[in-house]
């Protein structure tokens, strides 16, 4: 049970380029969200899902793109880098309502975008 | 729309000594309320949560957390501070289909 898997640890992009940020889950869990770590302002969500086929805007949703095409994967897609997504992304799934279980996350993507 | 602020942006206590990190939210009715932990280069970790009930909740690595619905605040409480607690807090509240967080507290520890 590996639990979210986030891949790649780290990336360095170009101003303009494209990347998708994997997450995989294994808990066969229903929701899962992108958020990004800044420092001094927590984590601000992105997008979620709430099942497969189903995805919503959270907070900074601008410049990314999400699908869910099966429950495992929620992959995070950015289309043209800017220097303001230098970040620390993560990848987070829960069983139903997060309010009512909480979180489990991957262990990050750290982007920096030059 | 529910919140949560953490006062204290750096805190240092000694090892062994007891620590207490604030939280305070604000949400009318009772809240949905997590404490996380983030160790350097690592993701978060659920240490407890609060729905209702007992207001005093026990979680991981010997850590509680006291709801008070007077003081709008959910504090984290340890006894005795260990060197390896020295970590990122994070004060979280759910709803709707998210949690929000504050923007951490840092605990450093000194032997």
């Known amino acids: 049970n590996a639990g979210v898997t986030q891949t790649p640890k780290f990336q360095v992009l170009k101003t303009g380029q494209s990347m998708t940020l994997q997450c995989a889950q294994d808990m066969n869990h229903e929701y899962m969200s992108w958020y990004r770590q800044d420092p001094g302002m927590g984590l601000r969500l992105i997008h979620y899902?709430?099942?497969?086929?189903?995805?919503d805007q959270g907070e900074v949703p601008n410049g990314y793109n999400v699908s869910r095409s099966t429950t495992e994967d929620f992959p995070l897609r950015l289309l043209s880098a800017a220097p303001s997504q230098t970040s620390v992304y993560f990848c987070?799934?829960?069983?139903?309502?997060?309010?009512?279980?909480?979180?489990?996350f991957g262990s990050g993507t750290r982007l920096t975008v030059v | 729309a529910q919140s949560v602020t953490q006062p204290d942006i750096h805190i240092t206590v000694s090892e062994g000594a007891s620590l207490e990190l604030r939280c305070n939210y604000s949400?009318?009715?009772?809240?949905?309320l997590f404490w996380y932990v983030q160790s350097p280069g690592q993701g978060l970790q659920l240490l407890l949560k609060y729905f209702s009930g007992d207001t005093l909740v026990q979680g991981i690595k010997g850590f509680e957390a006291e709801f008070k619905r007077s003081q709008s605040s959910f504090n984290l409480r340890k006894p005795s501070v260990h060197w390896s607690d020295a970590a990122e807090y994070f004060c979280?509240?759910?709803?709707?289909?998210?949690?929000?967080f504050g923007t951490g507290t840092q605990l450093k520890v000194e032997l």
């Open positions: 899902s709430v099942g497969a086929g189903i995805t």
């Open positions: 979280a509240t759910g709803g709707g289909n998210k949690l929000t």
């Open positions: 949400y009318g009715a009772t809240p949905y």
């Open positions: 987070a799934s829960s069983p139903g309502t997060p309010k009512n279980y909480g979180y489990t």
